[in-house]
């Protein structure tokens, strides 16, 4: 009911934040759980939202009048041809990146200690959440206590061990455990080991590369990946499909 009604909100202040409409803005728009939903916070997620949608823009459509944009037809997934009216689509976007910040605050509210790669060993760090703006958390580091002492953390990654991991839902993966998988297609093809994850926005894209350093680069869609194994350590695509969408290179 909670996401219903949050959902609501969502498309009413759509509706009078696109139309250029002024309206007094509360503080708070709602919240999912615990997580209170401030209005700087619900706009970036519907900014955002409208973002993606303009980036399905056709080109016959104009995503800059935003009053007339939000009442055109976009093709979200087309991949299966599925279509949606563009405030439907920002609405439902704009709950999902809520949802997304609301499991982030959550996950490093829950979050202790971190990893920090030096050379070849990993040292445990303290962390605490300071202030979660959107997708921008900021941690204060235990012992890190000057701007000189966190430029040395500028670019590191932080890591976690597996027993501190996310659980993910039944039909995904850690990108970890998908690197050196064997990849082959329903036709006997092979494709080499998976040897990175780009994540270019939209679609992941899997980088197969072979014994001849021929790489392939195939758009990570239910169409064209038919099974994750972790257990033999294989991922089985269509051949058909790879022939529409996978880009092959010389490297």
């Given at each position: 009911?909670?996401?219903?009604?949050?959902a609501?909100?969502c498309?009413?202040?759509?509706?009078?934040?696109?139309?250029?409409?002024t309206?007094?803005t509360?503080d708070?728009?709602?919240?999912?759980?615990d997580?209170?939903?401030?209005?700087?916070?619900?706009?970036?997620?519907?900014?955002?939202?409208?973002?993606?949608?303009?980036?399905?823009?056709?080109?016959?459509?104009?995503?800059?009048?935003?009053?007339?944009?939000?009442?055109?037809?976009?093709?979200?997934?087309?991949?299966?041809?599925?279509?949606?009216?563009v405030?439907?689509?920002?609405?439902?976007?704009?709950?999902e990146?809520?949802?997304?910040?609301?499991?982030?605050?959550?996950?490093?509210?829950?979050?202790?200690?971190?990893l920090?790669?030096?050379?070849?060993?990993?040292?445990?760090?303290?962390?605490?959440?300071?202030?979660?703006?959107?997708d921008?958390?900021?941690?204060?580091?235990?012992?890190?206590?000057?701007?000189?002492?966190?430029?040395?953390l500028?670019?590191?990654?932080?890591?976690?061990?597996?027993?501190?991991?996310?659980?993910l839902?039944?039909?995904?993966n850690?990108?970890?455990?998908l690197?050196?998988?064997?990849g082959?297609?329903?036709?006997?093809?092979?494709?080499?080991?998976?040897?990175?994850?780009?994540?270019?926005?939209?679609?992941?894209?899997?980088?197969?590369?072979d014994e001849?350093?021929?790489?392939?680069l195939?758009?990570?869609?239910k169409?064209?990946?038919?099974?994750?194994?972790?257990a033999?350590?294989?991922?089985?695509?269509?051949?058909?499909?790879?022939?529409?969408?996978?880009?092959?290179?010389e490297?």
């Amino acid at each position: 009911m909670k996401k219903k009604l949050l959902a609501l909100v969502c498309a009413l202040a759509l509706t009078f934040s696109f139309a250029g409409c002024t309206i007094s803005t509360p503080d708070t728009v709602g919240s999912i759980g615990d997580f209170e939903i401030t209005s700087g916070m619900y706009l970036l997620a519907q900014y955002g939202a409208y973002q993606q949608a303009a980036q399905l823009a056709g080109s016959d459509q104009d995503a800059s009048d935003v009053k007339a944009f939000l009442k055109e037809t976009i093709t979200p997934d087309s991949d299966s041809g599925e279509t949606a009216v563009v405030s439907d689509y920002v609405a439902q976007k704009t709950l999902e990146n809520l949802e997304s910040y609301a499991a982030i605050e959550t996950r490093f509210e829950e979050l202790e200690n971190v990893l920090l790669k030096k050379g070849d060993a990993f040292e445990s760090i303290c962390v605490k959440p300071v202030r979660i703006d959107g997708d921008a958390v900021y941690l204060k580091f235990d012992g890190i206590d000057d701007r000189d002492q966190a430029e040395k953390l500028r670019g590191q990654l932080l890591y976690v061990d597996r027993a501190h991991a996310v659980e993910l839902d039944d039909d995904a993966n850690f990108i970890v455990d998908l690197i050196g998988l064997d990849g082959v297609d329903d036709e006997g093809g092979r494709y080499g080991k998976l040897v990175d994850v780009m994540q270019p926005g939209g679609n992941d894209v899997y980088v197969f590369r072979d014994e001849k350093r021929r790489e392939t680069l195939v758009p990570a869609l239910k169409t064209a990946i038919l099974k994750v194994d972790l257990a033999n350590g294989q991922m089985l695509m269509s051949a058909k499909r790879l022939r529409e969408v996978a880009v092959t290179d010389e490297i």
